[in-house]
């Protein structure tokens, strides 16, 4: 059972930074593909960053520029670091894993989320 586990989260001023963390584990072959999406009450859950293997990245546009994803593949583990939050930004944070179980076989996991409060 592939796991998810992220850490990180918690309340921060606006125009503050925080650092979210989210380590995979379990059976696999490899990941194709690491990511962060959240959703905030009332709102369908959107894309904030994502990176694949080859080391490229891609970021929703609402956090260009403010946000970056950094990835240790060693540790299988995914970034997210937010600087110069916006009360905007407040939402839950779910990780999220595309993991080849086998050399063809691949299917995406999802964290339990975290939660990210930023105060005006």
């Known amino acids: 059972q592939v796991q998810l586990v992220e850490s990180g989260g918690g309340l921060v001023q606006a125009g503050g930074s925080l650092r979210l963390s989210c380590a995979a584990s379990?059976?696999?072959?490899?990941?194709?593909?690491m990511g962060w999406s959240r959703q905030a009450p009332g709102k369908q859950r959107e894309l904030v960053a994502v990176?694949?293997?080859?080391?490229?990245?891609d970021y929703g546009d609402s956090v260009k520029g403010r946000f970056t994803i950094s990835r240790d593949n060693a540790k299988n583990t995914v970034y997210l670091e937010m600087n110069s939050l916006k009360p905007e930004d407040t939402a839950v944070y779910y990780c999220?894993?595309?993991?080849?179980?086998?050399?063809?076989?691949?299917?995406?996991?999802w964290g339990q989320g975290t939660q990210v409060t930023v105060s005006s």
């Open positions: 999220n894993a595309d993991v080849f179980s086998g050399i063809l076989t691949h299917q995406i996991h």
């Open positions: 379990g059976p696999f072959f490899k990941i194709k593909s």
């Open positions: 990176t694949i293997s080859n080391g490229s990245t």
